[in-house]
């Protein structure tokens, strides 16, 4: 967390300069509003991104953070976007994408307006692979990148095939919401990684658990009775993973003996329930210190100060573990934000 701390103190330093007044006098920060644009308010991740967004927000004392909430949904999320435009009252856009592509015409517009833009979470552009800005303009690029995210997911399944002596290994894999980057990118990346690099995997079964437990214990229940012959069930999400998990008790089986349960975006309960055996591992997401770095980012564009590191890609550049799998070998290097 030293590079995280660097980088704050240096955005504390930077929003100093801005604070003082042309006299050089040390006046009150200018008051900004920020318009906070978020995928989906009602998840336990985007919550904890909220939550600290307005953290900032409150230490600050000057600044203010107002949520529009897309759903999952681009159009929404371009509805929002054209409302906050034309509400003249924004002194910059924190945006989360739901989708990169289609969302490029939000942050041009915006910046036509004369409004600063720090996009976090998603990459914006029509690369997903990169958490570099693409736009001439940005101010800001905090990203995790969903790239690593579903190459972390192939390494961790391929770990636990390892682990459970399975060749072939049966897999059954679940994934969130396609309409959202982070989940469809994720999908694609695992399963090239798991086409072009594992061949022990056998992909026995898939399906949609969009980011929900009971959904994803309903999926689980099934895919695992018409599969009984499964060595791993794959998720793209720890509360993803829960639901698997309570599927294969409803059926009678052992998580962590009889098949093995992996996860991403590690949660608190993730890491307990790798402590515990249950699952077997998840993959880096750190919701805080992204919600923390772009907040102050954004604060920073509203006063137009320079910012010194834009371009971050988050577990790759704050966590001990990196972009690498997490398992109970070096859950201890790693404290979850959610």
């Known amino acids: 967390m030293n590079g995280f701390k660097r980088l704050l103190s240096s955005a504390a330093i930077l ?22 644009f978020v995928a989906i308010q009602a998840n336990p991740v985007e919550q904890a991104i909220i939550d600290n967004f307005n953290k900032v927000a409150a230490d600050d004392g000057n600044a203010r953070f107002v949520v529009f909430d897309s759903n999952n949904s681009v159009e929404k999320e371009l509805a929002n976007c054209k409302d906050a435009i034309a509400a003249q009252k924004y002194d910059a856009f924190a945006l989360k994408a739901v989708a990169g592509p289609p969302l490029i015409s ?4 915006a910046m036509a307006a004369g409004i600063p833009v720090v996009v976090f979470g998603n990459a914006l552009g029509p690369d997903a692979d990169t958490a570099a800005r693409q736009l001439p303009g940005l101010s800001g690029s905090v990203i995790e990148l969903a790239r690593s995210n579903g190459i972390a997911i192939a390494e961790l399944a391929n770990a636990a095939c390892v682990a459970r002596k399975a060749d072939p290994c049966n897999v059954i894999y679940t994934y969130g919401p396609l309409a959202f980057d982070w989940a469809s990118i994720s999908r694609k990346y695992f399963e090239d990684s798991v086409a072009s690099q594992y061949k022990n995997i056998k992909l026995v ?34 509360i993803a993973a829960t639901g698997a ?8 089986k052992t998580p962590g003996k009889d098949v093995l349960v992996t996860g991403a975006a590690i949660s608190n309960q993730g890491k307990g329930l790798i402590a515990s055996g249950e699952m077997f591992g ?10 923390v770095t772009a907040a102050k980012y954004a604060i920073l564009a509203a006063r137009h100060a320079p910012i010194d590191k ?14 690498s799998p997490i398992t109970a070998a070096n859950a201890d290097q790693f404290t979850p934000e959610w």
């Open 282 to 291: 998840t993959t880096c997401l750190m919701p805080a210190t992204e919600a």
């Open 15 to 36: 929003a100093g300069v801005a604070y003082a007044s042309s006299a050089g006098a040390a006046d009150a920060p200018k008051s900004v509003t920020i318009a906070l």
């Open 106 to 109: 939000c942050a041009k517009d």
């Open 310 to 323: 834009p371009d971050v890609e988050v577990c790759r550049e704050f966590a001990k573990t990196g972009v």
């Open 205 to 238: 079964a898939t399906g949609l658990s969009n980011f929900d437990p009971n959904t994803a214990r309903t999926l689980v229940k099934s895919l695992v009775q018409a599969h009984p012959e499964v060595d791993v069930v794959v998720n793209d999400v720890d």
């Open 245 to 252: 998990i309570a599927a294969l008790k409803d059926l009678g």
